[in-house]
């Protein structure tokens, strides 16, 4: 801040483009205590894209540019914009860094930065090109992306049909067995039924994994249950891949935050189900799940959900979110669902003939009529 004679204190920002990895590392500390003073969510955090971006393989560092927008306001970091351009499809995205890992994006920034510098951030952003379209997704409705619609911004940032659901678990229960209570007779049946049927292959136990207790092995036993997950629909994910870099440097960063909240469901001390979830604002998050399908007929996974859900409400927290997707066991248990909403701007005139493309495909496809989605059913 700047003091002028009349003594009234001016902003004197500063935009800065950070593009390399050193200069990434760098700004660590200054990330840090701007994450901190604004209660970001850990999908802001230097440490989180950090991790992101050190674990990338070769093959996908490749196809990826690192463009993280900073405001300065003297030596204090004011604001981060964190993206990158990731090449796909012949395209060039603009878009979140560590999108694919992360489920709430946004700007950090602190209250009193104004709607005007987060424009003049975005526009010196956007001004360096090399990309066809910015995709700016998964945006709460609270979101201080969203700030930057405004007509004044360029290249433009509009609407765009894309959108994302978070279903959470949000209410005044006292403790997690008032939640419980709360169920349908039918549920509550179901979920002493599955934990009978759980018990006959042996004592089953629900535990918090404790900071002390090693993670290497529950980190394994999770990244080998979701690529045998993975297998057997033809998909793949660099995040459970052979040796779990990328996770176990996630994981990590929320352990070092203080934030990690690692479930286990056993089964005569074989972990039958594993959820990684992590702890904010009065929020229990769940951010990674999986469970042995050779124990399906007692559904481990909705077991340990519901057995998170209570250890949620029995610490007094307010809410259970299941973060993106919106798969029928997040349903069954949402009291609410958020739409993530989605913001795209031309960088290129493909860019903006592929955008205009999509937006008539999606006219046209509202004019027909529509067929109910699939839904995956729960263990």
Not at 333 to 340: I, K, Q, R, Y
Request: charged share 25%; with cysteine.
């Amino acid at each position: 801040m700047n003091m002028h004679a009349s003594g009234v204190t001016v902003r004197a920002d500063r935009v800065e483009i950070v593009t390399d990895t050193a200069r990434l590392a760098e700004i660590g500390p200054a990330w840090d205590e701007l994450w901190s003073r604004t209660d970001g969510l850990v999908f802001q955090s230097h440490a989180w894209i950090s991790a992101w971006w050190r674990t990338l393989p070769d093959r996908d560092r490749q196809r990826r540019q690192l463009r993280v927008g900073l405001v300065w306001n003297g030596d204090r970091l004011d604001a981060v914009m964190p993206l990158s351009i990731h090449k796909r499809r012949g395209l060039r995205f603009l878009e979140w860094a560590a999108n694919s890992y992360s489920d709430y994006e946004d700007i950090i920034a602190v209250r009193d930065c104004p709607p005007a510098t987060l424009q003049r951030l975005w526009a010196e952003l956007t001004a360096m090109g090399g990309f066809d379209i910015a995709l700016l997704n998964r945006l709460c409705p609270g979101a201080r992306t969203r700030e930057l619609q405004s007509t004044g911004t360029r290249p433009a940032l509009t609407p765009n049909h894309r959108s994302e659901i978070s279903h959470r678990v949000s209410g005044d229960w006292s403790t997690g067995q008032a939640w419980f209570d709360s169920q349908s007779k039918k549920t509550r049946q179901n979920y002493r039924r599955k934990q009978a049927t759980l018990a006959e292959s042996g004592k089953t136990q629900f535990r918090l994994v404790g900071p002390d207790e090693p993670l290497r092995p529950i980190l394994e036993r999770l990244s080998a249950l979701k690529r045998q997950w993975l297998d057997t629909r033809g998909r793949t994910s660099t995040l459970f891949e052979e040796g779990e870099v990328a996770l176990s440097a996630l994981v990590e960063a929320l352990a070092r935050a203080g934030l990690l909240r690692l479930f286990v469901l056993e089964v005569d001390g074989l972990i039958v189900s594993i959820s990684v979830n992590f702890e904010q604002r009065g929020t229990l998050m769940a951010f990674v799940t999986s469970y042995d399908p050779a124990f399906e007929r007692g559904s481990p996974g909705t077991l340990l959900m519901t057995d998170y859900i209570m250890w949620a409400f029995d610490r007094g927290l307010h809410t259970v979110d299941f973060l993106c997707g919106a798969e029928a066991f997040k349903r069954r248990f949402g009291t609410e669902a958020v739409t993530l909403g989605t913001l795209t701007a031309p960088g290129s005139l493909r860019g903006r003939a592929v955008l205009a493309l999509d937006r008539a495909r999606h006219a046209l496809e509202q004019r027909r009529p529509q067929k109910q989605p699939d839904t995956p059913a729960a263990d």
